[in-house]
T-cell receptor, first 117, second 108 residues
Framework: GAVVSQHPSRVICKSGTSVKIECRSLDFQATTMFWYRQFPKQSLMLMATSNEGSKATYEQGVEKDKFLINHASLTLSTLTVTSAHPEDSSFYIC?????????????FGPGTRLTVL | TQLLEQSPQFLSIQEGENLTVYCNSSSVFSSLQWYRQEPGEGPVLLVTVVTGGEVKKLKRLTFQFGDARKDSSLHITAAQTGDTGLYLCAGGRRALTFGSGTRLQVQP
């Protein structure tokens, strides 16, 4: 099946620093990648939709200047949390939609646990 | 906005019991997916249902898509401890909307 990787799996940083999270589709080309955030004991909430070569589309309430998304190729999208604060601590998960897969199936990465001290 | 409601939110059962998880919406979906997520990991796709009334089986798991494509159910027969996890339904044309999730705990 389709494999999506994320790096790093865990990151701890000081308040005010920036953190970059990578999302890669390993064996397929992803026309679209998505970034989700999941707080403890809650479901996944969509943050933004990323299309290769174009600007990301952010969901309402998500600050685009704080969560920078770059989708430079069909296999890589990055999420940078700028000037991170403790309230940004969360589980960040990316997903990728394969170019030739029908319907709305997405393949998810293993997630990145961000802890901001 | 298409919303998906799942019930129950939490379920604790003994090994060997059967259970059903429901996913409901007032909106029509072209397809619905079911995922299982374990702590600290990303969701893993279990199945995609597309046709109204469709029933799909995955070993002890049976998934059904409602005739009107507004709801879906997941039935687990003879639950095992390995079935423990967060079960999520999701749907959406482009970006997925996730249900609130059902946290299943299967006790030995």
């Amino acid at each position: 099946g389709a494999v999506v990787s994320q790096h790093p799996s865990r990151v701890i940083c000081k308040s005010g620093t920036s953190v970059k999270i990578e999302c890669r589709s390993l064996d397929f080309q992803a026309t679209t990648m998505f970034w989700y955030r999941q707080f403890p004991k809650q479901s996944l909430m969509l943050m933004a939709t990323s299309n290769e070569g174009s600007k990301a589309t952010y969901e309402q309430g998500v600050e685009k200047d704080k969560f920078l998304i770059n989708h430079a190729s069909l296999t890589l999208s990055t999420l940078t949390v700028t000037s991170a604060h403790p309230e940004d601590s969360s589980f960040y998960i990316c997903s990728a939609k394969a170019r030739l897969v029908a319907h709305d199936t997405q393949y998810f990465g293993p997630g990145t646990r961000l802890t901001v001290l | 906005t298409q919303l998906l409601e799942q019930s129950p939110q939490f379920l604790s059962i003994q090994e060997g019991e059967n259970l059903t998880v429901y996913c409901n919406s007032s909106s029509v979906f072209s397809s619905l997916q079911w995922y299982r997520q374990e702590p600290g990991e990303g969701p893993v796709l279990l199945v995609t249902v597309v046709t109204g009334g469709e029933v799909k089986k995955l070993k002890r798991l049976t998934f059904q898509f409602g005739d009107a494509r507004k709801d879906s159910s997941l039935h687990i027969t003879a639950a095992q401890t390995g079935d423990t996890g967060l079960y999520l339904c999701a749907g959406g044309r482009r970006a997925l909307t996730f249900g609130s999730g059902t946290r299943l705990q299967v006790q030995p």
